[in-house]
Every structure is written in structure tokens, then in C-alpha cells.
């Protein structure tokens, strides 16, 4: 747990760092008391116990049903407003390469008129980036705790498209081995990839209708902090619109490969078939010879056997010639 507190006055804001077990949320709880009229406080707490949010939620006046939710997390992206409070929920998200996963969290932000308050569950943290693109930009300070959202907003989104890229990537990678000579099953990987990817839409498609919101005038904040929001909403839009045509191209992979999968075992049955066809003469032509009846043309003639084997020999070797005209060996 730590705390930030913001002066717009100040370039380089106060910060508070109160990660140590020993004092943590005592010194976080003094940092909110002593807030001015012009500073406004930044708490973030990572994955909180169901007692750990008691008192910060009595400090800071929150919704039970919005401490519940930041507590248990496993909620989908939305917004609520329970009086002067903004809760909204986000999806983190990280691609891990070794194992083509995506990985995601949870991190809950609340906006109010003086704190922003920051819940992480996962082991991904838009805090820490969220902190230092804020340090650097007095100017989105000024916005006050909605500033806060919007890093963490736009520290969120940028982790999408870099995510999006490398699973573009490793699908890029995974049609050419479809599209390859080589008769591997692919099946389990794109339906792998393919989990992962709807995985990674639930995450996005959600949060699309929620930062659209945020980019009109009815929110009431600042006019000067829309134009952040509407590039952020403009970047969610791109990466959204990356996750359906991964899904949809994850689709026409499979297909493809099925139907690969279906041209090789017909490729299968046809060389079996020829095989089979050609077999099929020297084997007939044994069978009528090998009945042993005692009148039988050419029985007894010196060359019966060798023009018996010939014929055999001359019978498959046009059958050979002829499948092999028409592709089937």
C-alpha cells in the first residue's frame, strides 16, 4: 500500500511511500487527513484481504457494494457512481510468449473530490506506470483525481495493443505452419490461440461502451481533460477492432487446416485405392491359375508361368503409369 499526494501548484509531486508492513496503512490514513484544498491524494493497494479496505473505505466514503467488488474482484469492465464517487473496473492483460497465454487481472479505480484510489488484483501493476507518465505531465495533474484515471486508463490500453502485436505475431507465425508441405496437426494450438484471444476479447470489448462515456461532455469534468480521454478511446477502438480480426482469422485458420486435414486423407484413400487396384489384377490372375483344375488353357505349355508373371508384371505396371498420369500416387 502507498500513497501520492498531488499539489497543482508543484511540478514534482510530494509522494508518500507507505510499503512497509509496519505502520502502512496508519501513515496512509495520515497522508488522506492532512490533503488540502489544493492537493488531492493518490492511494493504491495491491490485492487486498476481505478487512483491508475497512477503514480506507470509511475515510474516503465509499459504497460497500464497491469496496465488495474491489475485495472479491472477477468483474467484468463497467462503471458505477455511487454519489460523488467513481468506481470503474478494468481488465489488466499480459501476453506470455513461452506458453502463447494471455494472462489477465483485475485493477478497480475510484475517482472522488479530493483521492483517487487504486485496487490491484494480478501480477500485472498500471500503477507504476501510471505514476511515472502522471509525474511527468503537470499539466493532466491539474485535472485533479480524474487524471489518475485516465494514466491508469491509458497505461491499461497501451498494455492491450502491445499484447494484441504479439499475439499477431505468434497467429502470423502459426498460418504458415498451416499453409506449410508439412502434415503437422495443428488443431490443438490455433484452438489454443484462439481460447486466448477470446479471452483477450472479453477484456476489451467491455471497456470499449465505458470509455466511450468518458469522452463526452456529461461527465463533468474539465473540457481540457476530454481530448486525453478521446485518445484513449481512439487507441481501445484500434485494439478492438485488432482482437476481432484475430478472432476471425483465428477462425478461417482452422478451417483451413481442417480442410487440409481433409485433402490429406483423401490423398490417403486415393493411394490406398491405387494400391489396391493394382494388386488387385496379379492377384486375380494367381487365384484362376492356382485352382489346380486338370484342364486349364496353357497348363501344361513351358511358358505358361513365365507369360502368367509377365501379364502380372505388364498389368500393374499400366495401372501404375495411369495413377500416377492422374495424382493419385
Known sequence: MWCVVYRESQDEPEQVDCRQEDGGRAAVLDCLKRVREDEFCWVHVDDPGPRDLDELADQLGLHPLAVEDAVHAHQRPKRERYGEVLAVALKTLWYVEDGREVETGEVMVFTGPRFALTVRHGAADPAAEAVRRLSGNPQARRFGPVAVLHAVLDSVVDAYTEAAAQVRTDLTA????????????????????KREVLEFRDAVQPLVPVVQDFTGSGTGWPKEALPYFRDVADHLHRTDTEVRSLDELLNSALDAHLARVGTWQNDDMRRISAWAAILATPTLIAGVYGMNFAHMPELSWVYGYPLAVGVMAAAATVLHRAFRRNGWL
Open 174 to 193: 502459426l498460418e504458415r505452419l498451416v499453409f506449410s508441405p508439412d502434415r503437422d496437426d495443428l488443431t490443438e494450438e490455433i484452438y489454443s490461440l
